[in-house]
C-alpha cells in the first residue's frame, strides 16, 4: 500500500511564502504525475499545479507566476512553493499522484491535507 502525507501548511500573512511538501511511502512502486489541489470553505476542489515524471508542468491561472511545483524522485517527494499569497489562497492544500505498483497497475493516491491560512 502506498501513503501520501503532506505537511508545510500553517498560518502566513498576505505577501508571505510557505512551502508545503508531500512524501509518498510504501513498497514497490513509481510515480507518474503528482498534482496539488485546494479547497477553501464553501467551495468545490480546485486543480492547482501538476508535474509530470519528467518534470513537465503547468499551473492554475489563479497561482501562475507565484507557485512553483517540483518534485524530488529519489525521495518520492513532491513540493509546491507558494510566494506572494493573497486571502484568497486559504484553503486545504491535497497532493496527488498516479502510483504505479508492482504488478503494473496504476492507481490514483490522494494525500490527507493541509491547512494553508494565509490573514493578517
Known amino acids: 500500500q502506498v501513503q501520501l502525507v503532506e505537511s508545510g501548511g500553517g498560518l502566513v500573512q498576505p505577501g508571505g511564502s510557505l512551502r508545503l511538501s508531500c512524501a509518498a511511502s510504501?513498497?514497490?512502486?513509481?510515480?507518474?504525475?503528482m498534482r496539488w489541489y485546494r479547497q477553501a470553505p464553501g467551495k468545490q476542489r480546485e486543480w492547482v499545479a501538476v508535474?509530470?515524471?519528467?518534470?513537465?508542468?503547468n499551473y492554475a491561472d489563479s497561482v501562475k507566476g507565484r507557485f512553483t511545483i517540483s518534485r524530488d524522485n529519489a525521495k518520492n517527494t513532491l513540493y509546491l512553493q507558494m510566494n506572494s499569497l493573497k486571502t484568497e489562497d486559504t484553503a486545504v492544500y491535497s497532493c496527488n499522484a498516479d502510483i504505479k505498483s508492482w504488478t503494473g497497475n496504476v492507481r490514483v493516491y490522494w494525500g490527507q491535507g493541509t491547512q494553508v491560512t494565509v490573514s493578517s
Open positions: 510504501g513498497n514497490r512502486f513509481s510515480i507518474n504525475a
Open positions: 508535474i509530470t515524471s519528467v518534470g513537465s508542468t
